[in-house]
């Protein structure tokens, strides 16, 4: 291994060291709550050392969550997906739901913490706005082949990514002894299917 080399993947493991302080730091502690010194602390380096990699709070924050986005779409598409354009907004609704309930401190630091560090989310080429693209892409598609009615196609991927991220959300948040009755099985599926099923052309699918 040359210098260069060595030099790169020494870096790359501070890099990692920070993320992962940073991640904990946060989960525990709030976003709001959680100092570049405090991180720097964590893994016994100097704040300095910090913004040689991050410029600010933001900008690690935004590195975080853009990783935490590039897992959920590696999980969307951890199997071929199917062509038919409703059977695969089925799976990437069970592949989402899956990730959100099994990553669920993930899932609240990226989809129910606010901040600046967002802002970036719906640039083309960023893993937030990649993600949202399988989705958009199938409602494109069922649209396309007269599952759906032609419209604002944005609009429709919204309807569907609320229904799922509203039934997500609750089940993390709440014990199932917190809901006035414990939630039902299959609950997702069912959430997902009554919101297809409103969307469908004909109710029905061709």
């Not at 990437?92 to 802002?119: E, Q, V």
Request: include cysteine.
């Amino acid at each position: 291994m040359g210098i260069a080399e060595r030099k790169e993947r020494e870096k790359e493991d501070v890099r990692r060291k920070i993320l992962e302080a940073a991640h904990h730091l946060f989960e525990a502690h709030g976003y709001e709550n959680v100092t570049m010194r405090a991180v720097a602390d964590a893994i016994e380096y100097s704040p300095t050392t910090i913004y040689h990699h991050f410029e600010n709070k933001d900008a690690l924050v935004e590195a975080l969550c853009f990783a935490d986005f590039e897992k959920l779409s590696a999980a969307m598409n951890h199997h071929p997906l199917p062509q038919n354009p409703v059977e695969r907004i089925r799976a990437l609704g069970r592949a989402y739901s899956a990730f959100g309930i099994a990553n669920p401190n993930h899932y609240r630091f990226m989809f129910m913490t606010a901040g600046d560090w967002k802002k970036h989310g719906g640039e083309s080429d960023t893993p937030p706005a990649q993600s949202y693209a399988f989705l958009r892409q199938a409602v494109v598609e069922a649209m396309d082949q007269g599952f759906f009615e032609k419209g604002d196609v944005d609009l429709v991927s919204q309807i569907l990514w609320s229904g799922i991220h509203g039934v997500v959300s609750l089940l993390i948040t709440f014990k199932p002894e917190q809901f006035p009755v414990p939630p039902r099985p299959g609950l997702i599926e069912a959430a997902m299917e009554a919101t297809l099923q409103g969307l469908l052309v004909g109710r029905k699918e061709k």
